[in-house]
């Protein structure tokens, strides 16, 4: 579980392209009321093989942008 979780989400679902899945990450704000507020979407960060692995390495990367920026 990121240490994030409460206040951003992370929508790590690849999408298919040329035969690969290609991980990127869209994360989104969480208000106190529940609204969800847009706050980055990665673009494409790299094409896997199997779908798991791309949403690791998504998941993986959005968790390590928000260490940067709000850790």
């Known amino acids: 579980m990121s240490p994030y979780s409460t ?6 679902t690849p999408r298919r ?15 106190g009321d529940g609204r969800e507020t847009d706050v980055h979407l990665s ?3 790299a094409g896997f093989e199997m779908r798991e692995d791309a949403i ?8 390590d942008w928000l260490g940067e920026r709000y850790g």
């Open 17 to 31: 392209a040329d035969g690969e899945y290609m991980a990127h990450a869209k994360i989104t704000c969480v208000s």
């Open 43 to 45: 673009g494409d960060l």
């Open 7 to 12: 206040t951003f989400r992370i929508d790590p």
């Open 56 to 63: 690791v390495y998504a998941r993986q990367w959005a968790v």
